[in-house]
């Protein structure tokens, strides 16, 4: 979230800044609730000073001018919240500033590659899709999945649920044991006020999966991203200097309505309402963001070297990028079957935006109280790197090659085969 403060210090900047996100915002009527929020504020002020005086003069003659006092900071008080939540409203739905850094341009066609690693696999067969070889393997199952719940779910079995499980333990153990990370098994529901922290509400509230619980004052949802519930560990705290970087990483599943993709990637598992995903997250000190963004993904990208699988890093432009990041790097897996890559992870740094938004500061070396920074990432997602091995280590009966690093996850087994 901004700060009005800010905005009026930097007016031309901030419109310019805007622009570059190819957002139409009414920067004039943000300030002008700005000084009429302000002007309220002043006003209670005065007030208040003026019965706080009255009241410590104990004159029993000024009693009917004080209780006109109380009814006018009542009355001031309740415009002065109505023009707060407006101005709220229109400032929690502004996205991040971009980053200099960050190329500008208004979709993703704008985004640019940085580099390319690993080989193209060649076949000599016409290589089938994830879904299609885990259907011939009786090992993916998306029409029992339609029955029991809906479309967008599938049951992962036999083989195919050991290698799913054994990608996740293999990179929590690659970030724990080698990246940093410390590893945390959070909830999966996240409150309102946490949705709001990191940005998911109330812009994004229709790809949410919101649940009913009648005992429950404040509303919850099931996570979209572990993300949500690591960032908001440190909310509403002003953290020890000393104790920055903090590193966190956990194995969860996801949930997303998907509500904005009607159509897209409607076959398989690249685009699902539930999926596992190992999440990166790290806190840090305002000026060491872009350190982190580049560590960060080097993190992400490793696991894909370690399982050699081709990919490639681009940077997000500026109308691509998520709501909370002021800059990103992809990085996309090859898929043979759709001769191209696919976005398989997501590496941002949020600069200062959540921190914000969930009040989360520290100390810096001058004892100034200053918000921190907040990244996260893909480390990676789960299913889709199930599905990147299956099309890239599939061969030509059906089967699939298991990567060497993943064999012990999986009893040593070196092929899936069909049952």
Not at 259 to 284: C, L, P
Not at 349 to 356: E, L, T, W
Request: charged share 30%.
């Amino acid at each position: 979230m901004h700060s009005t403060k800010e905005i009026r210090n930097s007016i031309n900047s901030f419109k310019e800044s805007l622009k570059k996100r190819y957002l139409d915002i009414d920067v004039d009527k943000i300030l002008k609730l700005d000084e009429i929020n302000r002007k309220y504020i002043q006003e209670k002020e005065i007030l208040e000073k003026e019965k706080k005086t009255i009241s410590k003069s104990k004159d029993k003659t000024l009693f009917e001018k004080s209780k006109n006092i109380t009814t006018q900071i009542e009355k001031i008080g309740k415009l002065q919240l109505n023009v707060k939540t407006e101005l709220d409203n229109i400032l929690s739905n502004i996205p991040n500033i971009a980053h200099v850094d960050v190329p500008v341009g208004k979709d993703e066609d704008s985004n640019l590659e940085i580099s390319k690693h690993g080989q193209i696999p060649k076949f000599k067969f016409n290589p089938k899709s994830h879904f299609e070889l885990g259907e011939n393997l009786n090992m993916l199952d998306f029409d029992m999945a339609t029955k029991t719940t809906s479309s967008r779910f599938v049951f992962v079995k036999d083989k195919l649920a050991l290698l799913e499980r054994a990608l996740s333990n293999f990179m929590l153990d690659t970030h724990t044991n080698h990246n940093g990370y410390k590893e945390i098994s959070p909830p999966l529901i996240a409150s309102e006020n946490t949705m709001f922290g990191t940005g998911q509400l109330p812009k994004f509230e229709n790809d949410q999966f919101e649940l009913k619980l009648e005992s429950s004052v404040e509303r919850k949802f099931l996570i979209p991203t572990a993300e949500v519930i690591l960032t908001n560990i440190v909310k509403d705290q002003i953290l020890d200097k000393n104790n920055l970087p903090m590193r966190l990483v956990a194995s969860t599943p996801c949930f997303r309505k998907e509500a904005g993709s009607y159509g897209k990637d409607t076959k398989g598992m690249i685009r699902q309402h539930q999926f596992y995903k190992v999440e990166m997250v790290s806190i840090v000190e305002r000026d060491q963001c872009m350190y982190e963004l580049d560590r960060m993904t080097k993190c992400a990208t490793k696991i894909l070297e370690l399982l050699n699988l081709p990919f490639r890093k681009i940077i997000l432009c500026t109308g691509d990028m998520g709501f909370s990041a002021e800059k990103t790097f992809d990085i996309e897996v090859w898929l043979p079957s759709e001769n191209k890559y696919r976005e398989i992870s997501s590496c941002s740094s949020c600069g200062s935006f959540q921190a914000r938004r969930m009040k989360t500061r520290y100390k810096n070396d001058k004892n100034e109280t200053v918000f921190v920074g907040t990244l996260n990432g893909s480390g990676l997602a789960v299913g889709r790197t199930l599905v990147a091995i299956l099309e890239n280590y599939q061969q030509s009966d059906g089967s699939i090659i298991v990567p060497e690093i993943l064999r012990p996850y999986m009893n040593n087994i070196e092929k899936i085969t069909k049952n």
